[in-house]
C-alpha cells in the first residue's frame, strides 16, 4: 500500500502458458485483472534443449473496475483486448 493505492498479484505458469491475476485498489476503485500470455514456460527451459519448441506468443487481457460505494461495491466497467 502506498498513497491510497494497493496491489495484489500473483503470475502462475503452468507450463503451457504463464497467467497473471491482480486485484489494484486506488482510492474508491477496485479493478481485477487477469491476463494469459502464451509465451514460452520456464518450465521447459532453453528452446535447443529438445524438450520444447513451443515459440507461440499472444496475449489477453480482461479487467473488471468496481466502486466502493457507503452501500457497498458497485460494478462500474468490463474491458477486454487481445
Not at 514460452?40 to 489477453?60: A, C, K, W
Amino acid at each position: 500500500w502506498n498513497k491510497g493505492r494497493g496491489l495484489y498479484s500473483i503470475t502462475i505458469d503452468n507450463g503451457y502458458c504463464k497467467s497473471e491475476y491482480q486485484v489494484y485498489f486506488e482510492n474508491d476503485l477496485v479493478t481485477v485483472h487477469s491476463t494469459d500470455i502464451m509465451a514460452h514456460s520456464e518450465i521447459f527451459g532453453d528452446f535447443g534443449d529438445g524438450y520444447s519448441d513451443y515459440m507461440s506468443e499472444e496475449e489477453f487481457s480482461c479487467w473488471f473496475i468496481f466502486e466502493m460505494k457507503d452501500n457497498g461495491i458497485v460494478f462500474r466497467n468490463l474491458g477486454a483486448a487481445g
